[in-house]
Nanobody, 125 residues
Framework: QLQLVESGGGLVQPGGSLRLSCAASGFTLDYYTIGWIRQAPGKEREGVSC????????NYADSVKGRFIISRYNAKNTVYLQIDSLKPEDTAVYYC??????????????????WGQGTQVTVSS
């Protein structure tokens, strides 16, 4: 019954924006560290952002700094990823993931026991 469900992906032109959502059920997100991870075809998974369980600490991969923002709306038990100034190289399946606790996080650490099924982001003219 513990689930993470991503939504909000789609086809967008370079320079455009999307807001991805990650809705949690079966547990409360504010007790968990949350990560956003992407995987392009034929490539390894890349952590792009994370948020500590308190929501006070957020971190980003160098490739997305200044363009991506992670946030959390506790009332909806949902985490968001705002993505601006999209580039073709951002094309990937985007996953949210969670692990219990955590006072800090790094986007390079992908050890999450809970994963969503992903949402496709395609950036193309």
């Amino acid at each position: 019954q513990l689930q993470l469900v991503e939504s909000g992906g789609g086809l967008v032109q370079p320079g455009g924006s999307l807001r991805l959502s990650c809705a949690a059920s079966g547990f409360t997100l504010d007790y968990y560290t949350i990560g956003w991870i992407r995987q392009a075809p034929g490539k390894e998974r890349e952590g792009v952002s994370c948020m500590s369980s308190s929501g006070r600490s957020t971190n980003y991969a160098d490739s997305v700094k200044g363009r991506f923002i992670i946030s959390r709306y506790n009332a909806k038990n949902t985490v968001y990823l705002q993505i601006d100034s999209l580039k073709p190289e951002d094309t990937a399946v985007y996953y949210c993931a969670a692990r219990y606790g955590g006072s800090w996080c790094s986007p390079t650490v992908l050890a999450y026991p809970y994963w969503g099924q992903g949402t496709q982001v395609t950036v193309s003219s």
